[in-house]
């Protein structure tokens, strides 16, 4: 196929999420996350732009889909940025997807989502919100140009109550930037009516590095020796030490327990843990 294709997890032995597509409207994204891992791979990847005649390819594709088989949106890049609004690439792609019957993971920072309700709701669909900090001002270096946890967690509440099944991605953890939220982010998420959490720990390539030890100088220091000192490095990106990472996910897997949703971690290795049926949420779907 072209633009639906089988979710690539570049054979990572840690990725646990079920057989998926991957698919993307866009290419690159304007939220412009200094974690993002994307500016490794994708040139210019902070200019979003629609991917050349989309649906014509995407009506191609669809006949091919295993109906059976979820398709996840958007792996990449958000299928919600601030460029949707006007453009409607994805409310197209997704009206493709609904009259087709396909099963449908959207995976967004945005509050536009709500705008595509109906749509969902005819639909057989999860949505899952990233949510990394609720501080504005950490908020601002992180994600610059997306909604913040506020809108997103009122997002998630309004989709909860009509029927949505909706998680939450606690994804990436930062010590000493946001590791210290996860406890109230997860509580607020349950709040609203989440219902699963994903977590994983920031896992810096040179590029993200680069933005984040600019944006967090402080922080940076110690973090260069928790990761490139006593942490290590897996294909392109470096790790926190593993007891390290165990235990963060520890204090989130217990925090998720107290208050009543499952947990997953990714790619992590810590599998033991987890108590939903799958890592990405797609246990949700009907």
């Not at 989709?159 to 406890?183: F, H, Q």
């Not at 030490?241 to 204090?251: F, G, S, V």
Request: hydrophobic share 35%.
């Amino acid at each position: 196929m072209d633009v639906i294709r089988k979710f690539d997890p570049w054979g990572d032995p840690l990725c646990t999420c079920p057989p998926k597509y991957s698919f993307s409207p866009y290419t690159g994204c304007s939220h412009r996350c200094a974690y993002c891992y994307i500016t490794s791979y994708i040139p210019n990847a902070f200019n979003c732009r629609p991917k050349k005649d989309l649906l014509k390819r995407v009506k191609k594709d669809v006949s091919k889909v295993d109906l059976a088989i979820p398709i996840s949106i958007s792996n990449s890049s958000d299928p919600y940025p601030p460029e949707e609004k006007d453009v409607l690439l994805t409310r197209r792609c997704l009206e493709i997807f609904r009259d087709k019957k396909c099963r449908v993971l959207l995976i967004t920072k945005s509050d536009l989502v709500l705008r595509d309700l109906d749509l969902l709701r005819e639909m057989d669909c999860v949505v899952s919100f990233t949510i990394t900090t609720l501080d504005q001002d950490i908020a601002k270096k992180l994600e610059p140009h997306a909604p913040l946890a506020k809108a997103r967690l009122d997002v998630i509440r309004r989709l909860s109550k009509k029927g949505i099944p909706c998680t939450v991605r606690a994804d990436p953890v930062i010590p000493l930037v946001n590791e210290r939220e996860m406890r109230e982010i997860i509580r607020l998420s349950a709040e609203v009516g989440a219902r699963h959490i994903t977590a994983s720990t920031f896992k810096p390539r040179a590029d993200s590095w680069r933005r984040l030890s600019v944006l967090f100088p402080k922080a940076s220091k110690e973090l260069r020796r928790l990761y490139f000192g006593d942490g290590q490095r897996r294909r392109n990106a470096w790790y926190l030490p593993a007891r390290m990472r165990r235990e963060i996910m520890r204090k989130i897997k217990e925090t998720c327990d107290e208050n009543h949703i499952s947990f997953a971690s990714c790619r992590e290795g810590f599998d033991e843990m987890s108590t939903g049926e799958s890592c990405d949420g797609s246990h949700l779907l009907r």
